[in-house]
C-alpha cells in the first residue's frame, strides 16, 4: 500500500506538461536575451499543443486548461506581456470558432460585441459549456493562422519603411530592436539617410544595433544615452521598438525611451513606434510602482559588486523598462498598417474578447 501511495503521487505527467514546464525553463534562462517574437511563438505553439494533444469535451473545458497553463507561465516570466497577449488572442479563436460551429456568422459574432447589445443587457445565447462535435480541426487551422501572422508581422512592418523615411533624412532610435532593425535596412534600400543611435547603457543593446546598420552600409554614429538632447534639434523623426503596448496607447520600453521621446516632444520630432499586434496589451499601468510595472534586473553593471564600500552605502536599481505616455507618440507601425495612440483601444476590442482581459 505504501509502495502504491508512493507511486500515485508521482505519476508521470503528460506530454503537454512536460512542454510548458520546458518553455517554462526557457524564459527563466537568460530572459532578457529573448525576443517578444520567439516569445509569442513559441507560446502559441505550445497552445496548439495543448489543442491538440489534452482531452476535453467542450470550449469551456479547453479555456480552463489554456488559462491554467497561461497562468504558470505568467508566474514564471511576469514581464513577458507577449504571453500573456497570444493566450488571450488563443482564447478569442476558440470564442470564434465554437460560435461558427453553432452556425453563427461573423456579423452576428460583431453584433454580440457591439455597443447596441451590451445596453440592452445581452450577454450572447452561445453556451461556451455545451459540446460541440468537429470543433478542434477549425481551433487548430485558426491557430496555425495566427502562427503565420507572427512569422510575417516583421515583414510587413518593414515594407512600410519606404512611405516613412525619406531621403537624407536623420532617424534617430534606441537600444536594439530586431524590428525596427528590419525596417531601416528595408528603408535603405531606396533611400540614403542617416541613423543615431544611443548606446542604451548599461547594457549597452545600442552598440550591436549600430554595428549591424553598419554592416548594411548605412551611415551610423553611435551616442551616449546623455547627448540626447543636444543632438535631438538636427533629427528629423525618432523610430524606435517597445516591448508592450499598452491599453491607453502609452509603451513600456526599453530604458532611455522616455527621456529620448520627451526631448523629441520638445523639438517638435515626430516618434513613431514600430510594434507587432502581438504587443498590443489590454492592459493598464495601475501603479508607478516599480515592482508591479518593471522590471529590476542586478545592478553590477550599473556600480560593480566589487566596489564593496560604495555598494555597501548606496541603494542600486537598475531598471529595464521605461513608461512612455501615449501624448509623446506620434504613431504606432503595426503589421496591419499605421495608427494613432488614441485608436490602439479600437485593435485591442479586435483581438481580445473582453472577458479575457483578466486571465
Given at each position: 500500500?505504501?509502495?502504491?501511495?508512493?507511486?500515485?503521487?508521482?505519476?508521470?505527467?503528460?506530454?503537454v506538461?512536460?512542454?510548458?514546464?520546458?518553455?517554462?525553463?526557457y524564459?527563466?534562462?537568460?530572459?532578457?536575451?529573448?525576443?517578444?517574437?520567439?516569445v509569442?511563438?513559441?507560446?502559441?505553439?505550445?497552445?496548439?499543443?495543448v489543442?491538440?494533444?489534452?482531452?476535453?469535451?467542450?470550449?469551456?473545458?479547453?479555456?480552463?486548461?489554456?488559462?491554467?497553463?497561461?497562468?504558470?507561465?505568467?508566474?514564471?516570466?511576469?514581464?513577458?506581456?507577449a504571453?500573456?497577449?497570444?493566450i488571450?488572442?488563443?482564447l478569442?479563436?476558440?470564442?470564434?470558432?465554437?460560435?461558427?460551429?453553432?452556425?453563427?456568422?461573423?456579423?452576428?459574432?460583431?453584433?454580440k460585441?457591439?455597443?447596441?447589445?451590451?445596453?440592452?443587457?445581452?450577454?450572447g445565447?452561445?453556451?461556451?459549456?455545451?459540446?460541440?462535435?468537429n470543433?478542434?480541426?477549425p481551433?487548430?487551422?485558426?491557430?496555425?493562422?495566427?502562427?503565420?501572422?507572427?512569422?510575417?508581422?516583421?515583414?510587413?512592418?518593414?515594407a512600410?519603411?519606404?512611405?516613412?523615411?525619406?531621403?537624407?533624412?536623420?532617424?534617430?532610435?534606441?537600444?536594439?530592436?530586431?524590428?525596427?532593425?528590419?525596417?531601416?535596412?528595408?528603408a535603405?534600400?531606396?533611400?540614403?539617410?542617416?541613423?543615431?543611435?544611443?548606446?542604451?547603457?548599461?547594457?549597452?543593446?545600442?552598440?550591436?544595433?549600430?554595428?549591424?546598420?553598419?554592416?548594411?552600409?548605412?551611415e551610423?554614429?553611435?551616442?551616449?544615452d546623455?547627448?540626447?538632447?543636444?543632438?535631438?534639434?538636427?533629427?528629423?523623426?525618432?523610430?524606435?521598438?517597445t516591448?508592450?503596448v499598452?491599453?491607453?496607447?502609452?509603451?513600456?520600453a526599453?530604458?532611455?525611451?522616455?527621456a529620448?521621446?520627451?526631448?523629441?516632444?520638445?523639438?517638435?520630432?515626430?516618434?513613431?513606434?514600430c510594434?507587432?499586434?502581438?504587443?498590443?496589451?489590454?492592459?493598464?499601468?495601475?501603479?508607478?510602482?516599480?515592482?508591479t510595472?518593471?522590471?529590476?534586473?542586478?545592478?553590477?553593471?550599473v556600480?560593480?559588486?566589487?566596489?564593496g564600500?560604495?555598494?555597501?552605502?548606496?541603494?542600486?536599481?537598475n531598471?529595464?523598462?521605461?513608461?512612455?505616455?501615449?501624448?509623446?507618440?506620434?504613431?504606432?507601425?503595426?503589421?496591419?498598417?499605421?495608427?494613432?495612440?488614441?485608436?490602439?483601444y479600437?485593435?485591442?476590442?479586435e483581438?481580445?474578447?473582453a472577458?479575457?482581459?483578466?486571465?
Amino acid at each position: 500500500e505504501k509502495f502504491n501511495l508512493m507511486m500515485s503521487r508521482h505519476e508521470p505527467r503528460d506530454e503537454v506538461s512536460e512542454k510548458v514546464e520546458g518553455f517554462l525553463t526557457y524564459l527563466k534562462q537568460k530572459s532578457s536575451s529573448h525576443s517578444s517574437y520567439d516569445v509569442a511563438k513559441k507560446t502559441v505553439t505550445l497552445m496548439r499543443e495543448v489543442v491538440s494533444k489534452t482531452r476535453w469535451n467542450s470550449a469551456r473545458e479547453l479555456m480552463d486548461r489554456i488559462r491554467q497553463e497561461g497562468r504558470k507561465i505568467m508566474v514564471a516570466q511576469p514581464s513577458e506581456s507577449a504571453v500573456d497577449n497570444m493566450i488571450r488572442r488563443v482564447l478569442k479563436i476558440i470564442r470564434e470558432e465554437h460560435a461558427r460551429c453553432l452556425g453563427e456568422s461573423s456579423d452576428d459574432l460583431d453584433l454580440k460585441d457591439s455597443l447596441h447589445t451590451l445596453l440592452k443587457g445581452g450577454s450572447g445565447h452561445d453556451d461556451l459549456s455545451k459540446p460541440v462535435q468537429n470543433l478542434k480541426g477549425p481551433v487548430i487551422e485558426a491557430i496555425n493562422e495566427l502562427l503565420e501572422e507572427v512569422d510575417s508581422s516583421g515583414a510587413s512592418i518593414a515594407a512600410q519603411a519606404p512611405d516613412h523615411i525619406h531621403s537624407n533624412e536623420i532617424i534617430m532610435t534606441v537600444g536594439f530592436s530586431k524590428t525596427v532593425e528590419a525596417f531601416l535596412k528595408a528603408a535603405a534600400r531606396k533611400r540614403k539617410f542617416e541613423v543615431i543611435v544611443t548606446e542604451s547603457a548599461p547594457s549597452y543593446q545600442g552598440q550591436q544595433m549600430a554595428h549591424n546598420l553598419a554592416s548594411a552600409n548605412i551611415e551610423t554614429t553611435l551616442i551616449t544615452d546623455s547627448a540626447v538632447y543636444a543632438i535631438m534639434a538636427r533629427v528629423n523623426k525618432v523610430i524606435i521598438g517597445t516591448h508592450t503596448v499598452m491599453a491607453d496607447g502609452s509603451l513600456k520600453a526599453l530604458n532611455g525611451t522616455h527621456a529620448m521621446a520627451l526631448a523629441a516632444k520638445h523639438n517638435s520630432v515626430p516618434v513613431l513606434v514600430c510594434a507587432s499586434m502581438f504587443k498590443l496589451s489590454p492592459t493598464y499601468l495601475c501603479s508607478y510602482d516599480q515592482d508591479t510595472f518593471n522590471k529590476i534586473v542586478a545592478p553590477h553593471d550599473v556600480l560593480n559588486f566589487c566596489e564593496g564600500d560604495m555598494v555597501s552605502k548606496v541603494p542600486v536599481q537598475n531598471p529595464v523598462f521605461d513608461h512612455v505616455p501615449p501624448d509623446l507618440i506620434t504613431l504606432f507601425l503595426t503589421n496591419i498598417g499605421g495608427s494613432a495612440p488614441s485608436y490602439v483601444y479600437r485593435h485591442i476590442g479586435e483581438l481580445y474578447h473582453a472577458d479575457d482581459h483578466e486571465l
